[in-house]
């Protein structure tokens, strides 16, 4: 599978929520060396669980609580429909904990008796994230890298966030894997946490996964940590990326997502934070008549979305300046399960990008 032109051909790809009977799939991707975070869990009962509870948040017509996540899946429809990607939205991060970050500040000494200004890096222990929507676990096969399929996989969670925004903070926030090894080595981890936790990077995240990292907070220093006095490898490694997260980073930080404020306490990764209403792919959304037509692969790409929530679904279509229609096959138009004359939500992508 290397012709990417082949790959890009429009309406190939559908984004659309999980649902209960993708288990098995979904299994097999938690178990591959797939690219990006994943957030799935090998354990057949805790997947089915996910699973489930996203169900219930899509299809749930009551006012949202903030405990919802939504899990989406991406397919191949040129493949049978093979899943081949994973990405995920949490509602509100710290809903039963407080979502704990390190911000990143620089304070300034100044001595007029010396003569000295000293600009120092420090890490405050915060929880400014606490309720800030969380974008969660992509996930897609690496033989689709080089494709539009991770656009669609990252952006498409965007458009749904817009759609329902009563649903969701007007604030978006993604963690960032950082450095660490098979071993479970980390830098970040082994020059900070271990100092003040007996117990590996492994069984630390281990720790975060089943009870929260707020049981990790309680433990770090609440006072600012000077990073001039962490050892180099643990500096080196501060908003560092680990390679499995480069990708979903790229899109993340094309969409207009700040970088600089906030790390993870764990790796010390990147957590980036933006307004929904911000970022590129919500501002340039907007509603087209979609009418019978076919999708020239020659054009550019615009993301389309049927606009609702329990029977969401987008996917990749060709791009024309000039008209306020949008043009779907009999395909495409299946696939998004919508009819000539209905509208929909088109979100144009970069020319370099399609």
């Not at 904990?97 to 300034?108: H, L, P």
Request: proline fraction near 5%.
């Amino acid at each position: 599978m290397t012709d990417h032109k082949m790959l890009d051909l429009p309406g190939r790809f559908l984004l659309r929520p999980a649902v209960p009977d993708d288990l098995v799939a979904l299994e097999r991707l938690a178990h591959e060396r797939a690219i990006g975070i994943s957030s799935l869990p090998t354990d057949r009962a805790a997947l089915l669980d996910k699973l489930e509870r996203s169900a219930q948040a899509f299809a749930s017509e009551e006012e949202a609580s903030g405990e919802e996540i939504y899990l989406f899946v991406l397919e191949d429809l040129h493949e049978g429909s093979r899943i081949i990607g994973t990405s995920g939205i949490e509602a509100s991060p710290g809903f039963q904990d407080r979502f704990y970050n390190y911000r990143s500040e620089f304070i300034v000494q100044v001595s007029e008796e010396l003569g000295t200004r000293n600009r120092i890096h420090t890490l405050h222990l915060c929880h400014d994230l606490t309720g800030v929507t969380l974008l969660t676990g992509f996930h897609i096969a690496p033989a689709y890298a080089r494709s539009l399929a991770p656009q669609l996989l990252s952006r498409g969670r965007l458009i749904f966030m817009a759609q329902q925004a009563e649903r969701f903070s007007d604030r978006v926030a993604a963690e960032n894997p950082g450095p660490a090894d098979e071993d479970g080595g980390c830098p970040f981890w082994d020059g900070v946490g271990r100092r003040f936790f007996d117990m590996d990077y492994p069984s630390a995240e281990a720790l975060n996964r089943g009870q929260g990292r707020g049981s990790i907070a309680e433990l770090l220093p609440q006072s600012p940590i000077y990073v001039p006095l962490l050892d180099e490898a643990a500096q080196w490694a501060l908003g560092q990326l680990h390679p499995v997260g480069e990708l979903p980073f790229a899109i993340l930080m094309d969409e207009g997502f700040d970088t600089d404020t906030y790390v993870n306490i764990y790796d010390g990764g990147p957590t980036v934070e933006e307004r929904l209403q911000s970022l590129k792919t919500v501002r340039r959304l907007h509603g087209r008549r979609c009418v019978d037509g076919p999708m020239q692969a020659a054009h550019g790409r615009q993301l389309v979305s049927n606009g609702r929530r329990a029977d969401f679904r987008a996917t990749l279509a060709c791009h024309d300046d000039e008209s306020q229609e949008l043009a779907l096959d009999a395909a495409a138009r299946a696939a998004l399960r919508v009819e000539p004359g209905d509208l929909v939500l088109a979100a144009t992508l970069d020319r370099e990008l399609a």
